[in-house]
């Protein structure tokens, strides 16, 4: 599926992110995608998206739409041509838009549920949950710092930048095959959230990742992003 090069705003995105134990992501990652193993885990998430006028690269801003997002992802590779590349698979994508669910998958990339959102921002203090039409629920409480998690697998912040900036492409599933979408950041730039509380229904699932197979590990902030979303082949 190919579609115009989109453009738009990042006005906020929250990267929840864990480390799970590969055997159990392997399961969940179809082909030719394989975890991408970090320090001996593998690394799944959620990202927490709210945009702002989004349309057609060259059209004014005006006639762009806004929508809260929900994108659960978790890291791959997989050789092409004899190179490893390296991106993230979504199993799934949720959106308050509900022309977003209507067209996702069929004019844009991947299938999206429809979701209600409920944000809460004041002085660097974030909550969001939502709750999808097929009752998957997420949430988090988090609050702006300084100070990147001590207990972190990634060590730094910059490390951490670094694994996720590099995650640009992402396939989400599409009947048969897999859609292709790379986001381009005018500029990267993350800083780190204290979280207080975070639930994910999907990654607490034990009947899909077993009790203990992922641990919470850390979460990061974007905000003000000018991007553009572009198709890439599918798989």
Excluded: Q
Excluded at 154 to 166: D, K, M, R, V, Y
Aim: hydrophobic residues 35%; neutral net charge.
């Amino acid at each position: 599926m190919r579609i115009p090069t989109i453009h738009g705003y990042i006005d906020r995105r929250i990267l929840i992110n864990f480390s799970a134990d590969p055997s159990a992501v392997e399961k969940i990652v179809p082909f030719p995608f394989r975890p991408k193993i970090y320090k001996g885990r593998a690394i799944v998430g959620i990202c927490l998206i709210r945009l702002k006028h989004i349309k057609p690269k060259g059209f004014p801003d005006f006639i762009g739409v806004n929508s809260e997002n929900g994108a659960h992802r978790i890291a791959v590779e997989w050789d092409e041509n004899g190179v490893t590349k390296t991106g993230v698979f979504i199993p799934r994508r949720d959106t308050s838009l509900k022309l977003n669910a209507l067209v996702g998958g069929r004019i844009f990339p991947g299938k999206h549920h429809y979701a209600k959102f409920n944000v809460e921002e004041n002085d660097g203090n974030f909550h969001i949950d939502f709750k999808s039409s097929d009752n998957t629920v997420t949430s988090i409480d988090a609050t702006e710092t300084v100070e990147f998690s001590d207990t972190s697998i990634f060590g730094t912040l910059n490390n951490a930048s670094t694994f996720f900036e590099n995650g640009d492409l992402g396939y989400s599933p599409n009947k048969n095959k897999f859609d292709g979408l790379r986001l381009k950041a005018y500029k990267w730039e993350v800083k780190p959230l204290d979280v207080l509380n975070v639930k994910s229904s999907f990654f607490e699932n034990e009947a899909i990742f077993p009790k203990g197979s992922v641990t919470f590990d850390n979460a990061l902030l974007m905000t003000n992003i000018e991007h553009e979303w572009k198709s890439e082949a599918g798989k």
